[in-house]
């Protein structure tokens, strides 16, 4: 029963979430409105604003006001830095849709994903110091993972673990934040906010390693299986292969890091990789860092809120899309 209250109160709070989120797009003119909701609109997982509402409950008293600004916060930061990415990447979609960038081109799309920075920024404001520096901090962190995965890694520098350090800063970062903001709206301990920052930051590694992983193995998902691969975008995977350097697979690195823009090269190279050993330890290193996420979260009371979140890190853990 505590479960289902739970969920019904989380369902309520992501409604009015949603609606608070789209009303925080609006912009002076209709246009700008219109590419502000574009990705908004595609819909989402809107996962970090579910880390916020449950965070929350491991402090006090919550002013519902002040956990619904934190949200935004969080769902404003991580659709902005979308924008952002998509001209980075070249991306022709976003969430099954055609991306901003392809529709209005690079200046618009970085410009709305600014807008969107600003609209954010606004919202922290209201909650007070504390808040700004951590939105701050965390946009720090977003900037520099994405610089150093433009950048690549150095030579001489370990290339997987390069590529975790990328993902701990663009991805883990603000997943940290929103868990982090949760507690503090709720006036959590500092032992808590700890806890809750560091589950955060691992589980943003599950969660982007999970991807990693269905990339290759889904055939449901609104990605088109093997896009990272065929865009030679890094993943554990491919990263782990290269690591191991074993000669028996210089045939599968080879056709991997070949010419994969006919169909069929593509699903030669992504049915070979299936079938590799490499996936099941691939899959082992994902279920690695969930232990280690629900260790940080060892020392916080038991109570539906924290069996919430260990269901996360299963879920991420065995999410198919």
Known sequence: MAEAALEADLAALLETFEQQLVESAVAGSPFVTEAARHIIDAGGKRFR??????SSRFGGDTDRDDLMRAALVMELTHVASLYHDDVMDAADLRRGAPSANRLWGNSVAILVGDFLFARASTTVAEL??????L???TFSRLVQGQIAETKG?????????????????????LIAASARFGG???GASPETLA????FG???????QLSDDLIDITSTSTGKTPGTDLREGVPTLPVLMLRAEADPADADLLALIEGDLDSDEALAEALAALRAHPVMARAKAEVERHAEIARGHL????????????????AELVDRTN
């Open 184 to 186: 503090m709206v709720s």
């Open 49 to 54: 604003p579910l880390l916020v509402f449950l």
């Open 298 to 313: 060892a020392g916080l009371p038991e109570g539906e809120a924290k069996d919430a979140l260990l269901r996360v890190c």
């Open 135 to 137: 939105q701050a901090e």
């Open 153 to 173: 890694h150095a030579a001489g520098e370990d290339p997987l673990a390069h590529y975790l350090q990328v993902i701990a800063d663009k991805t883990g970062s």
């Open 201 to 207: 930051e691992e589980v943003g590694l599950v969660f």
């Open 195 to 198: 806890a809750l920052s560091a």
């Open 128 to 133: 007070g110091v504390e808040y700004v520096m």
